[in-house]
């Protein structure tokens, strides 16, 4: 599926490496502009294709990500309504082990550039909020793709990217609800933990959903 073969992995690894001086002066078509720019300087690195320093460049791209998004609000936003009804130190274990699955489902290998040309074509603004619409294209594939941004603290942040029709975000928080329609925040964090687990010893590629389990 090209939107977690190329799309998906590109955007993680512009969201992972943003700038993070960027203001809210800025336009959200600026923003999304300047991590692309440095998505490509990142994906053109050989450095990034070495599997010797792949731990290394996750690591790099996770402390960026740090100053640059809100993971609590993407992972909010993933989990939906029943956010509101858990502990603070349940959103925060969630949103811990949102990431570590976000790396290791979109970033086990990291795609190197391949010449790919990116065309913003609009953007819209309401409020706090905006959109950027863009155009990826990979030879003869056109895909269209829109940024999710809001402002957080006088920056603009990217929290969601749909493509091909599919909401990060969205996606997400359908697994998530399965889980917690017939389960508790525990379950959806034992659920993800076990994944990352799996994920990490080779027994999973991540190409699944989360399993829901079973009752009774």
Same mark, same amino acid.
């Given at each position: ?14 969201? +992972? ?42 690591? !790099? ?7 640059? =998004?809100? +993971? ?42 391949? /010449? @790919?040309?990116?065309?913003?074509? /609009? ?7 905006? !959109? ?5 294209? %990979? ?14 603290? %006088?920056?603009?942040? =990217? ?15 359908? @697994? ?6 017939? /389960? ?15 994920? %990490?010893?080779?027994?999973?590629? /991540? ?10």
């Amino acid at each position: 599926m090209l939107f977690k073969r190329l799309v998906l992995p590109m955007f993680l690894v512009c969201v +992972f490496s943003a700038p993070v001086h960027a203001d809210a002066s800025q336009t959200p078509t600026d923003r999304v502009k300047a991590g692309v720019e440095l998505l490509i300087s990142v994906l053109s690195d050989p450095k990034a294709q070495d599997p010797a320093y792949h731990e290394e460049t996750v690591r !790099k791209l996770r402390e960026e990500a740090e100053k640059f =998004i809100d +993971f609590k609000l993407v992972t909010m936003f993933s989990v939906g309504r029943p956010w509101t009804a858990m502990t603070p130190q349940m959103q925060d274990d969630l949103t811990e082990a949102f990431v570590q699955l976000l790396e290791r489902t979109y970033l086990r290998r990291i795609p190197a550039y391949g /010449g @790919q040309d990116v065309k913003y074509t /609009g953007e819209q603004v309401e409020g706090n909020r905006a !959109k950027v619409f863009t155009e990826l294209v %990979d030879k003869d594939k056109k895909i269209i793709v829109e940024f999710r941004l809001r402002i957080v603290q %006088d920056l603009w942040m =990217i929290y969601d990217v749909v493509a091909e029709g599919v909401s990060l975000v969205a996606n997400y928080r359908s @697994q998530f609800s399965q889980v917690l329609n017939s /389960g508790t925040p525990e379950d959806l964090l034992k659920l993800i933990r076990e994944r990352i687990e799996k994920l %990490d010893s080779g027994q999973d590629d /991540g190409s699944q959903d989360l399993a829901v389990p079973q009752q009774g």
